[in-house]
Every structure is written in C-alpha cells, then in structure tokens.
C-alpha cells in the first residue's frame, strides 16, 4: 500500500481519520455597561444603554497537532452596543396641556396618541480568510468608512495571495481564525411606532398600533465574502435584515 508523504507527516498516519472530542477550550468576556433612565413630566420618557465589550475565545485548533486551542477574537463579540428608546405621550387632548376643552367627538380625535422609538447600533462581526499566504500588514486591509462599498468593503490588494495555484496545501497554519480590526457591516437601525388608545367605557379600550419597523430603511449588509481565491472576493452580495416593514393592527383592550 502506497502512502502519501502528506499523511505521513500527520500526527497519526495509520489513520486515514480522526476524531477526538476534549474539554480544554474556553472563552471569557469583559465588559463595562451603563445604562441611564430618565422620567420627564407630561409623559415624556428615555431609556439610553452603552456596552464596550471584548469576547475572546479558545475553541478550535490552527491545526490538528496543536497542543492547544489557538486564541482569537470570538465570532460574537460586539465591541460596541449602543441603544436607545423614548416613549412621548402627546399633549392633546382631554387632560393635556393643548385641546383639553374640545368637543366630545374631537376630544375622541386627539385624544391618547404616543409615539414610540427604539435605536439600536453594534459593530460588526470580527472576519477572518483561513489559511491564506499574506505579505502585507493587516492595518491595511480596513478600508475608512466612507471608501467602503458592497463592490469593495475592505482592501484586497493590502498583500493577499490570490492565485489559486500557490495556495497553501499542507503548510501549518499560522494565520489567526479571526481579526478584531477587520469586521463586517454592523447594525445602525430605527424602529418607529405610533399607537392610539380610545376609551370606550369603563375598562374598555380600542387601541391603534402603527409600527415601522426599519422605519429609514437602513440596510444592513451581510459579510463579505473572504475567500481569497474568489472572483467576488471582498464583495457583499446580499443583505442580513429585512427592509422597513409597516404594520397596522386594532386591538380591542378590556
């Protein structure tokens, strides 16, 4: 029976496979959060959360001889998480500060609107390219955020060896399964709503809800595509969250 020399170089060539489950991997996280509610008079309400993180792991082997697990930056670390909501009752109608005196069926109008916000903003995901040969620095690759187009979201000239015939076949992996400068799109969304309530008799309501969801219709790009051997390397062909959305609905509340 021939043997490859590749195999023969493996840790266990008399295998042609080998799994192994163990318990030596780990992760840990650190974070500082802060969170600032206020109360205002006449209904007016704001709720603001920041949260600066960093989440690194040691999951996953460079390579299958490695005596340990290799550390990165972990797929789920967001290094910044920025959200804020408001809630704003309107001040018409019956006992608010304007139209409180109007007409049974005006009061029934203006009466108990609110509007509703809710933002949210996250960093985006930390990316990696495999087992690549690279002969740049890797400051290069983030492209400032005003160059950076679906068509070229980072830099694939920054030192990328990019002919498929001189990639890497049985070389040790060195290059890092992630990086914590180079991400993809991260979140930067809006969420609207408007929403009445019509007292109909004592322990009876109708309610209206207006909800936009995506209300500017901001578009969230999925990640990039890393392979350095593609034509459509560096390229985002597709997007992760949905377009704004508008629902209305009636709820009758007792």
Not at 128 to 143: A, E, H, M, T, Y
Not at 158 to 176: H, I, N, P, T
Request: with cysteine; hydrophobic share 35%.
């Amino acid at each position: 029976t021939l043997i490859s020399r590749a195999t023969l170089l493996t840790a266990y060539p008399h295998f042609s496979s080998l799994s192994t489950t163990t318990n030596e991997g780990y992760s840990w996280y650190h974070s500082l959060q802060v969170k600032a509610d206020k109360r205002f008079s006449r209904g007016y309400t704001v709720q603001v959360a920041y949260t600066w993180s960093k989440f690194m792991e040691a999951t996953g082997f460079l390579n299958d001889g490695d005596p340990v697990p290799a550390k990165c930056i972990s797929d789920q670390d967001y290094p910044h998480r920025l959200s804020l909501s408001w809630i704003w009752e309107l001040p018409f109608g019956r006992g608010r500060k304007f139209l409180a005196n109007t007409n049974r069926v005006a009061s029934v109008l203006v009466s108990g609107w609110q509007v509703q916000g809710l933002y949210a903003a996250q960093a985006g995901q930390a990316l990696g390219f495999g087992n690549v040969i690279f002969r740049g620095n890797l400051k290069d690759i983030p492209l400032p955020k005003n160059q950076r187009t679906p068509d070229r979201w980072f830099n694939i000239d920054a030192g990328f060896e990019r002919d498929s015939r001189k990639q890497l076949g049985y070389a040790a992996r060195v290059m890092s399964f992630r990086f914590n400068g180079i991400r993809g799109d991260g979140i930067n969304q809006w969420d609207m709503s408007v929403i009445k309530d019509t007292r109909l008799r004592e322990g009876m309501k109708l309610q209206f809800r207006g909800e936009f969801l995506n209300a500017l219709n901001h578009v969230l790009f999925s990640n990039p595509n890393t392979s350095v051997t593609s034509t459509a390397f560096g390229t985002i062909t597709s997007q992760k969250n949905y377009p704004r959305r508008i629902q209305l609905g009636i709820k009758l509340i007792y």
